[in-house]
């Protein structure tokens, strides 16, 4: 079967499609016929060698994809061969087959594409429990999303209208891309300086105003000024600790602040004294996707039915981009790595 395989650290001229061996699956596993598998930036934080992603090389890459079931290893029951699902592997599903645990593969419901579907498992269900479980989000919330033009700030800004709406802003680190997530249903996005570093959707640009209206003055100012001085009352940060101060300057009394990655790969600074989070009330939160798939496999499947019903009910409508075949991966994931991508990629791998 052809499978895309990173062979060594760096870009695009590591990643190749090969020919491997068809994997089976053993106790409590699934193997699935991947139909199309979703892109994501921790793709690109693996290729590039950053630190804990892969063990070693060469590594296949890809954690989120939609199928049907090709065959059921010892002890599984509720599925069937030739059910329509999604899965969460641990990786290698950039790949015509691949192996997820049966805990991690649920069952696509009626009128649910499986294009779309390859969106949920790690894109849609992380951004479900960045707000619900992690953030704790309530109705008329105020939400900072930073990278709000990539993949997870396309999903949030779909999500949050259908958990009671709330009031969205989002920071890019490119102005030009702050068109795009506007559109998506932000009220407000600014660029971030270039001091922040290369975040999830890009490097970061030069000038922090506003991208709806080209004001001047940093992010920190638009932002509280966007909240009529009272700041936020959850940040969803992708950038490690780089925004970490910024973060703590439009907070509001209470906030919830998740760091859920470190997309520009730099070193982790210290987090807040205590003293300074005791005094505005405010919570810092991690969150990790593939924390959670070890340990708690069951919150994850449930954020991603959850996520599926809304599909199936038509309550919410995920736009992806369609990459025509595994070739095509590389320069996407180049694109992402650039800061050029906006939106979710998802790539078509079978029939």
Known sequence: MRALVMTAPGGAENSEIREVPVPRPGPGQVAVDVAHAGLNFVDVMTRRGDAAYAAEWPYRPGKEVSGTVRELGAGVTGLAVGDRVVAAPVGAGLAEVVVAEAAL??????????????????????????????GRFTAGDTVLVHSAGGGIGNAVARLVPLLGGGRLIGTVGRPEKAAAALASGYD??????????????????????????????????????????????????????????????????GARIVLFGNAGGGAVADLPPLGRLMAGNLTVTGFSHRGLAVTAPERLARAVRRVLGLLADGGLDLPVTELPGLDAVPAAHDAMQEGRATGKYVVRVGG
């Open 105 to 134: 593969t649920v069952p696509l419901p009626d009128g649910v594409a499986l294009r779309e579907a390859a969106a949920v498992p790690l894109g849609l269900a992380t951004s479900m429990l960045l707000l619900t479980d992690a």
């Open 188 to 253: 407000h996005v600014f660029a971030r300086g270039a001091a922040d570093g290369p975040g999830a959707d890009g490097p970061g640009a030069d000038g922090s105003g506003s991208g709806e209206s080209g004001s001047g003055g940093g992010p920190a100012e638009a932002i509280r000024a966007a909240t009529g001085g009272r700041g936020v009352d959850l940040v969803l940060d992708p950038l490690g600790t780089a925004a970490l101060d910024l973060d703590l300057a439009v907070a509001a009394p």
